[in-house]
């Protein structure tokens, strides 16, 4: 069955930088784009980032562009995300999603999701 | 930005009701909408895909419609297990853009 299992979170200064993982298993990682999505304590989603299935492609939110990097390997099954210069309004649970359908980068809804992991920015 | 607008923030509703939940986008997005269940402290599922199709394994008491600027997802009878919070979720273009939210609770 298809599994998405985030790690990386954790409590971190502002300024600071954080990297998270997201490992896939149980469908071929390698022909679907991949999209971390994050959720605010309390808050709605905010789409934060995608990357198509051969990393060719990638998209930021405009509040994360320049702070934020998606990458994959898809050797290893596993999508990044790399956080420079974090806020505290970066403080959220971050998913990782996986769209329905394979190789579409723009159909981008969801049907299956990571646990999450929280990243709290905090002095 | 597609900004997408969900009415109402909240509702309460007895067993057995019928349920609508609008969703309003500030542009034309086709039918390129999807709405996801959120309960307490668990992740998001999807329920409804490209305003209509309904997600395998979803209730048949969920529905979606519309198109363009406005769409609805409706329970056609509530039950206890649907308390949640659902999302609308535009995915016409990037950014991907949701809803605020509205929150489903029993009466």
């Known amino acids: 069955q ?112 990571g646990q999450g992991t929280l990243v709290t920015v905090s002095s | 930005d597609i900004q997408m607008t969900q009415s109402p923030s909240s509702l309460s509703a007895s067993v057995g009701d019928r349920v609508t939940i609008t969703c309003r986008a500030s542009q034309g997005i086709s039918h390129y909408v999807a709405w996801y269940q959120q309960k307490p402290g668990k992740v998001p599922k999807l329920v409804i895909y490209t305003t209509s199709t309904l997600q395998s394994g979803v209730p048949s008491r969920f529905s979606g419609s519309g198109g363009g600027t406005e769409f609805t997802l409706t329970i056609s009878s509530l039950q206890p297990e649907d308390v949640a919070t659902y999302f609308c979720q535009n995915y016409n273009s990037a950014p991907w853009t949701f809803g605020q939210g509205t929150k489903v609770e029993i009466k």
């Open chain 1, 2 to 113: 298809v599994q998405l299992v985030e790690s990386g979170g954790g409590v971190v200064q502002p300024g600071r930088s954080l990297r998270l993982s997201c490992e896939a298993s149980g469908f071929t990682f390698s022909n679907y784009a991949m999209h971390w999505v994050r959720q605010a304590p309390g808050k709605g989603l905010e789409w934060v980032a995608v990357i198509s299935y051969d990393g060719s492609n990638k998209i930021y939110a405009d509040s994360v562009k320049g702070r934020f990097t998606i990458s994959r390997d898809n050797f290893k099954n596993t999508v990044y995300l790399q956080m420079n210069r974090l806020w505290a309004e970066d403080t959220a649970v971050y998913f990782c999603a996986r769209p329905q359908p394979d190789f579409d980068f723009w159909s981008a809804y969801y049907a299956y999701w």
